[in-house]
């Protein structure tokens, strides 16, 4: 009967969702502003009936029940508990399980938290959120049933697909859902202000603490995600341009643009159409995220589903949503003020700037990942479009995007003097100057695009601190040491990546024992190979001897060739040791008719700054959400709530 609690808890809470629209509809109309009392409680109870629901899977999956169907696919009673645990999300039905749930906690915290928006606005945000998630409730109940019970009951399961059996699957993708699907609260609120309004500074300052949480959380997925691919699939590389690891990669862009259209909004009263606009957008990329990972259209290590009629189902939301909420936008714009004035040469004019840009990576993305599937779908051709497109494509303009954040933060609101910005802007400059100098002389083979990302970095980290000199330190607010903080996570994950593509060394040999091969200033020696067992794999286990210049330390290396018996699955676990200025890399692949073995080798200059530089932006995002919601608890007794003063604006 657990399986059947669960799903009826998920039928109750599909059942609540279309009562908080009809209810939160209802409520707009005059004189029904006191159903709010009662919206707010049934939003809270609808995610507690999605988050039990989840939390019955998730027992279910730990239990080893092969009477569900779900659990019988994807689990074994040798798995080890942690990847039963999170097997729960590793398939198709529990991560949509997942997907519903984050929405419906995250309308149960707009109701239970939110009490900055105009209360009708509040309403028409619930009841924008019940209609999505009441979508997504009806795909699960009608085409993805993750409680559907299985007759004959199989004596063992099918296991988990190997490559998702790592703790990496334990926190990447929740962490990436709560960014993912809480961009679904910015869109509601874009669609609760075009219903009643309400779009300006108040609407913007309420929707900014959301919009920012879930980046930090989309922003943590993605860092995660991408070291999880760089050492567990073995083929040395961290970010490969896969369609659905751009599915991810689209929303964020979006709502990285969305995170600054809104601060000029709240802060000075611009930008008000594009804000609502963008919100719209970021949504819309996560829906086509969706779309992409379990239409069954692409065939990815991260792709779930294999099915089109599920695929079809997600494409009507889809299209149900971001048509009605462009629809709207195109009924409601002329509602929608100007906003205040500004001079291109301002703060405010660096931020429309680097929106644009995001907005052209975003496009060139959104092009490169849906083009070969458009073709296939018209004329049948298999086209691939990877890295070459898309760092030659984005490369450029991404290295113009990361200057301008760097004279971003030095330029003043609403107007400033091109010249008082040289005089600011002038160290920088000479930084990224002398760091280019030196390049030229002592790389002088880089190439063009990492030699400019290498040289800017350091010019762009100097911008990134700048905003703190002269400033009384202990009284500076924590949302600019968020700023400063991300923007400095910017440049260093822009070294990074940059020396990663100029200086990583490769080595493939075929190795027999004792044969010592190099890479970088590294000599590691081939010793053998052993058969090893884990708790539900078997694996043939290199042992390697490395040594760092003629008199560096010895130290071993153990990359292994695994083989899953449930379901039969090769996978590549490379062994990986990190140094001060970068990693060694070796990966094992497959004995040939001599006996000898490949061996792969790559030496990674400052490979780790790429995943550093992500914690720190995701951390500045973290300590400008704390700062503005202190600083608006502070500000909060002596203001009312539509003529509040921003505390960014009081501290400028």
Not at 408 to 427: E, P, Q, T, Y
Not at 486 to 501: C, Q, R
Request: hydrophobic fraction near 55%; charged fraction near 15%; aromatic fraction near 10%.
């Amino acid at each position: 009967m657990i399986a059947e609690g669960g799903l009826a808890a998920l039928w109750l809470a599909a059942a609540l969702s279309l009562l908080q629209l009809f209810l939160g509809i209802a409520a707009l109309r005059p004189g029904g502003a006191h159903l709010l009392r009662v919206v707010r409680p049934l939003a809270v109870a609808q995610g507690l009936l999605a988050a039990l629901a989840f939390l019955i899977l998730i027992w279910l999956f730990l239990r080893t029940d092969l009477s569900v169907q779900l659990v019988a696919a994807n689990s074994h009673s040798a798995k080890p508990w942690l990847y039963k645990f999170a097997g729960a999300w590793g398939n198709h039905e529990g991560s949509m399980l997942l997907w519903v749930t984050v929405l419906a906690v995250a309308g149960a915290a707009v109701a239970l938290l939110e009490r900055r928006l105009r209360q009708d606005t509040l309403i028409a945000t619930l009841a924008a959120q019940a209609a999505i998630a009441l979508g997504f409730y009806a795909f699960l109940l009608m085409a993805s049933n993750p409680f559907t019970r299985l007759s004959p009951v199989p004596v063992e399961g099918n296991g988990l697909n190997p490559l998702l059996q790592d703790p990496g699957l334990a926190f990447h993708p929740p962490t990436l859902y709560f960014g993912y699907v809480g961009i679904s609260i910015a869109f509601s609120f874009a669609v609760g202000a075009l219903v009643t309004r309400d779009v300006g500074p108040a609407f913007a300052r309420a929707m900014r603490p959301w919009i920012l949480a879930a980046w930090v959380f989309l922003t943590i997925g993605i860092v995660a995600g991408s070291y999880w691919a760089y050492y567990e699939l073995g083929w040395g590389g961290w970010w490969f341009w896969d369609p659905v690891e751009n599915a991810s990669l689209m929303p964020w862009l979006a709502a990285t643009a969305l995170l600054h259209s809104v601060t000029v909004l709240a802060t000075r009263d611009g930008l008000r159409a594009w804000t609502v606009m963008l919100a719209v957008v970021a949504f819309s990329m996560s829906m086509i995220g969706t779309f992409l990972v379990r239409s069954g259209i692409l065939t990815s290590v991260h792709a779930f589903a294999v099915d089109p009629q599920r695929g079809a189902f997600i494409l009507a939301l889809l299209i149900l949503y971001i048509g009605g909420a462009l629809a709207l936008f195109g009924l409601r714009i002329g509602t929608v003020k100007e906003g205040s004035q500004f001079d291109m040469v301002s703060r405010e004019g660096a931020l429309v700037a680097n929106n644009l840009l995001l907005t052209v990576i975003l496009g060139i993305v959104f092009f490169g990942t849906l083009y070969p599937l458009a073709v296939e779908a018209v004329t049948g051709e298999k086209l691939s479009v990877g890295p070459p497109y898309f760092n030659t494509a984005a490369g450029p303009v991404a290295l113009v995007l990361v200057a301008i954040m760097g004279a971003g933060a030095l330029l003043r609101w609403r107007s400033d003097r091109v010249k008082a910005l040289g005089n600011r802007i002038l160290i920088p400059v000479l930084v990224a100057a002398l760091a280019f100098a030196a390049l030229l002389v002592f790389a002088p083979d880089a190439g063009m695009l990492p030699l400019l990302g290498l040289a800017l970095a350091p010019g762009v980290a100097a911008a990134s601190v700048a905003p703190l000199w002269k400033r009384n330190l202990r009284r500076t607010p924590i949302f600019i040491y968020g700023m400063v903080i991300a923007h400095l996570g910017i440049a260093v994950s822009m070294a990074g990546m940059a020396s990663e593509s100029a200086f990583t060394k490769e080595t493939l040999v075929a190795a027999s024992p004792g044969q010592i091969a190099h890479v970088g200033d590294f000599s590691v020696r081939f010793d053998s190979v052993e058969p090893i067992a884990g708790p539900n794999w078997t694996a043939v286990e290199g042992r390697l001897t490395a040594r760092r210049g003629e008199n560096g330390r010895e130290f071993q290396l153990r990359p292994q060739a695994r083989m899953f018996s449930s379901p039969p699955t090769p996978t590549s676990e490379a062994a990986i040791t990190t140094h001060w200025d970068g990693q060694l890399y070796v990966a094992l692949g497959e004995e040939d008719e001599q006996g000898r073995w490949q061996v792969r080798l790559w030496w990674k200059p400052f490979v780790t700054l790429i995943w550093f530089g992500g914690i720190m932006v995701a951390l500045g995002g973290l300590l400008s959400l704390v700062g503005r919601l202190r600083r608006e608890r502070k500000i909060a007794p002596r203001t009312d709530a539509g003529t509040r003063a921003d505390p960014e604006a009081v501290s400028a």
